[in-house]
């Protein structure tokens, strides 16, 4: 599958609240191959300011007729390029270059899904929510945010969850705290079998150590600066753990993964975070690719991949 580079125009602008933008763009060439958790490389402008793309993740994927052609990104105001993109009007053209990088592993069998999202982080969860309810997996969500008014479009993950447990710091919507709060006893209640997280680094590190502790297969969605959105700059390399064959002496091996073509989704259990963030067992090879997640049907054979909210 190669990514398109494409003239989208602006189907839609919308807002969710007063802090997220919402484009929906046309893009049948991008909308018809997309997974859920890749993304797209946005020229947000002609001048100088623009000269390097930034990375949107796939918040929806809308059908035209009986093809899926248009789609939906998700941006709070961060800099020169948000600002601009939230300037965008119904038919203004954008150049996009997509799908970019690798999309989350979907379960090859029925299976209870958990999704956990933090602020305009949480975008992927969307997608990849309507396709998992799609195959007839069960969905439960817990979303955190600072405050109710940065929660993502809560009402639409209430609908297609069958739990859906809300945090904020400030305790103004849900349980007051974040999602780790209450992250164990809604996986311990559901039942769950797979994790898919997308937010800030911290958020995913202690996401990841929490499903490392209950032997649960854990997708992140990492969110990383990049400068060209397929494989060459070596800007976005993730510190990954070295895969290892059953069998193999233990060891503390590094590889450096590309987020943008080797992610941005990972393997929560391989993924080495920064200082105060690194949670990787020693003994989670059962959840590595080839593990007891393979067998069970909840990950297949191929890696997994998210692409980060744009600046």
């Known amino acids: 599958m190669s990514p398109s580079l494409v003239a989208a ?102 299976a209870k899904c958990l999704l956990v999202g933090g602020g305009v982080g949480a975008a992927p969860l969307f997608f990849l929510g309507d396709r998992l309810r799609k195959d007839g997996h069960r969905i439960d969500v817990v979303l955190g945010a600072r405050n109710a008014d940065h929660l993502l479009n809560a009402m639409d993950l209430r609908r297609m969850a069958s739990v859906c447990n809300l945090t904020t710091e400030d305790g103004s919507a849900g349980a007051r705290g974040r999602v780790t709060d209450v992250l164990a006893d809604t996986m311990d209640g559901c039942g769950t079998e797979v994790v898919y997280a997308c937010g800030p680094d911290p958020m995913l590190a202690a996401v990841a150590r929490i499903c490392m502790e209950k032997k649960v297969f854990v997708q992140v969605a990492v969110e990383e600066l990049m400068a060209c959105g397929y494989g060459v700059c070596m800007t976005c390399v993730m510190p990954l753990r070295e895969r290892r064959s059953k069998g193999a002496s233990a060891g503390r091996s590094v590889v450096y993964a590309r987020t943008c073509t080797e992610g941005p989704v990972f393997n929560g259990a391989q993924v080495i975070w920064s200082s105060g963030h690194e949670h990787v067992a020693q003994d989670q090879s059962e959840l590595s690719l080839g593990g007891g997640a393979v067998r069970a049907g909840l990950q297949p054979e191929a890696g997994a991949g998210h692409g980060p909210p744009g600046n």
Do not use: W
């Open 9 to 110: 125009g602006v189907f839609s602008h919308k807002k969710y609240g007063e802090n997220y933008h919402a484009l929906a763009l046309v893009a049948p060439g991008i909308g018809a191959q997309v997974e859920p958790g890749q993304f797209i490389n946005v020229s947000c402008g002609p001048n100088r300011d623009f000269i390097l793309r930034r990375p949107f993740s796939i918040f929806r994927v809308h059908e035209q007729g009986s093809a899926p052609s248009t789609i939906e990104i998700v941006f709070d105001l961060r800099g020169p390029g948000t600002r601009q993109l939230a300037a965008m009007h119904i038919h203004d053209k954008i150049d996009v270059m997509g799908p970019l990088g690798v999309g989350f592993s979907i379960p090859q069998r029925k």
